[in-house]
């Protein structure tokens, strides 16, 4: 199974943008990959989560930051989970990626996710 991460840009503050992950290989039969996530870094900083959905969409998770801003959702049909990212600010520049994880609870733990996708550059600027 291989995450591919897409949809990363420049825009300016205030402006919107996609991410779409692509998990591919997944199959019904795939049972360590029940929660897909977000994560982020920007420079100098540590890997953050940012958002978490199951593929059911019976659990989504935000992180404070972000809540009420970005919008995580699924498509199972295609194995791919979306981010919407409105109301962009210079603070959300940052390498985001796509993260699998086997589990439910503890989405926020990077350290427990055993898939990743290569991050996609988003920069917010003017």
């Known amino acids: 199974v291989q995450l591919q991460a897409s949809g990363g840009g420049l825009v300016q503050p205030g402006g919107s943008l996609r991410l779409s992950c692509v998990a591919s290989?997944?199959?019904?039969?795939?049972?360590?990959?029940?929660?897909m996530s977000w994560f982020r870094q920007a420079p100098g900083k540590e890997r953050e989560f940012v958002a978490a959905v199951t593929w059911n969409a019976f659990i989504i998770n935000y992180s404070d930051s972000v809540k009420g801003r970005f919008t995580i959702s699924t498509n199972n049909a295609e194995n791919t989970v979306y981010l919407q990212m409105n109301s962009l600010r210079p603070e959300d520049t940052a390498v985001y990626y796509c993260?699998?994880?086997?589990?439910?609870?503890?989405?926020?733990?990077?350290?427990?996710?055993?898939?990743w996708g290569r991050g996609t550059l988003v920069t917010v600027s003017s």
């Open positions: 290989g997944r199959t019904f039969k795939t049972n360590d990959m029940n929660t």
């Open positions: 993260a699998a994880y086997a589990g439910t609870k503890y989405y926020s733990d990077y350290s427990l996710y055993n898939y």
